[in-house]
């Protein structure tokens, strides 16, 4: 709850989770940049290009790399695959967001790269989204005099 007793954050907590979400996309766009610009087998992106293009799409329909964020670093925590169905809320509590792509045996490695840089590109412009609300939506609120 905010200082002035009501479920909605102050102002200031706004800001502190605009600058989580700006810090998130920061480090995924360092992600992207590295998944253009580096092999793959020297990517933090290795085991989800190698779940995706060895798993048997017989069995398996996506694979999802699991993505933390620490000290500025987009960190992949785990790679996993599914069958069907939705990952259990315990699976993604611990990380800032997820990669999922399909299972695709002989997935060339630049259409894996397009692939997965357009869903972190989708990612990053959510992180975006989100913060600019927020930084907007503590605008108001300090105009309105919540804030204080």
């Known amino acids: 709850m ?8 102050d102002p200031e907590e706004l800001r502190e989770q605009a600058a989580e979400d700006e ?3 920061d480090a995924l766009e360092d992600l992207v940049v590295e998944l253009r610009d580096e092999p793959i087998k020297e990517s933090r992106l290795e085991g989800l290009f190698d779940e995706a293009t060895t798993s048997d799409p017989g069995i398996w329909n996506t694979v999802t790399a699991f993505i933390d964020v620490e000290d500025g670093a987009a960190i992949v925590t785990d ?33 894996f790269k397009y692939q997965v840089g357009r869903e972190l590109q989708d990612r990053i412009t959510e992180f975006r989204e989100a913060a600019a609300k927020k930084r907007q939506e503590a605008d108001e609120l300090e105009a309105d005099g919540d804030g204080e």
């Open 2 to 9: 905010s200082r002035s007793g009501r479920d909605e954050p």
């Open 23 to 25: 810090a998130i996309a």
């Open 79 to 111: 790679e996993s695959k599914l069958a069907q169905g939705k990952w259990a809320p315990e699976i993604v509590d611990d990380c800032d967001t997820m990669v999922t792509i399909d299972i695709q045996r002989g997935l060339m490695p630049d259409d």
